[in-house]
């Protein structure tokens, strides 16, 4: 998309954000705008990352509008999606993961079908540029707290039933994020995002809640595959992975009074090459898995009181040199429900991990929530990388103690649905691997702190 095309579309869309109202009313019940408006400022001390060294700090605006117009048996809809970053230091981690300035983050049609799984099922099928957001949002998700919101193009289908059961099925390519380089990004330049036509990625996916049989009260169970196929174009040079990943989850929500659980694992099989330079033709095996468990209760008490238990696992590469690779990546899934805060933070990501933890939640009224976890962070393969830091040691000697991940935040409503004021902050008190591997950053500690606001219509 040209930029001169996109500053037409992201005036209009700024106009919408200041105005919605009446915006919204222009076009009646067939027309809605919906959006949100956020900023946040975040800071660190103490650099985890290989290399790195000092401090850190970045203000990050995101700024989302969704029109929506209901023309009959189709609703067409498009969102714009402008994702800037300021402030940020020499040797921050900016990515296209936080900037991502003015662009189509959707543009699709849809339609509602009176069929479904069985009788009184719909069936919902979309198509064109979207976003996707399925279960947990362990395999792919529409992120929250990331200044860029990832997407895709295709086609998606969700068919429901009377009793709640959902099915979900899509093949899509993902959309390629521009621009990549570190300078357009520090400048926060415009530079329209392309499909990513060599790179195909699908799923299907089945919930069904209220399981039967003994001790299933409330449990909802689900059962997915999705897969992932690559290969090389002129301008978009990858590890040609062809995946294949199944899992299941069990899960119950929190209740006063009740426990509630959460338990998704997932295995993975296929190949993929070492690196994406062109000149590396050596297919390597992958048999890779991830697993998450949580089990907790919710007290009886104003606050509502959560406490919890969790692990989190994600396979890493045994052995650098062999014909294999071993680690579980994350692809288009979330990490910082089950993780921490990220920005420019987020030491851990499901991928060559182990981390057994607990937390507790509070929701003392409707308006403001809080929660505080906790995390001893390992590699599962000493011999394999700390992702997030890309720091390693093949030899294995410098040990597999990430840390332990102290992470909190709070969340209240200054107008309800409207207004959220949001706090937080994160400690990862380091362990041996920072200190001890060869290009550990030896900084010692990282402590992180953000606030945001913002502002929903």
Known sequence: MKPATLGVIGASALSILCCPDRASAQGGDRLRVSGEWRGRYETLTGQFRAGGSGTDQMLAFRTLVLVEADTGPITWGAEMQDSRAYLDDEGSPVSTSIVNPLDLLQLYGRTQLDRGLGD??????????????????????????????????????????????????????????????????????????????????????????????????????????????????ATVPTPNRRYLTWGARLSREPAIGRWDLDVEGAYRSGSRRATSGLGDVRDLRVRAWTLHASIGRTLDHPWRPRLALDFDYASGDRRPDDDAFDQYERLFGSRRSDLGNTGIHGPLTPANLSAPGGRIEVRPSARWDARLAYKAAFLASATDAWVVARVRDPSGRSGRFIGHAIDARARYWLDPDRVRLEVGGSALLGGDLGDRAPNGSRQGDTVYAYVQMTRTF
Do not use: C, K
Not at 147 to 170: C, K, P, Q
């Open 120 to 233: 009184g099922g719909q069936t919902e099928v979309r198509v064109g540029r979207m976003t996707l957001d399925i279960g947990s949002g362990r395999q792919v998700e529409r992120v929250d707290f990331a200044n860029v919101i990832s997407h895709y193009t295709g086609l998606a289908v969700r068919t429901t039933s009377r009793r709640g059961d959902e099915l979900h099925a899509f093949y899509v390519v993902p959309v390629g994020r521009r621009p990549t380089d570190r300078q357009s990004l520090t400048d926060n330049a415009v530079s329209g995002d392309e499909e990513e036509t060599g790179r195909r990625y699908w799923a299907v996916h089945y919930v069904r809640p209220e399981l039967t049989g003994p001790r299933m009260d409330g449990i909802t169970g689900e059962v997915f595959v999705y897969g992932l196929r690559e290969e090389d174009t």
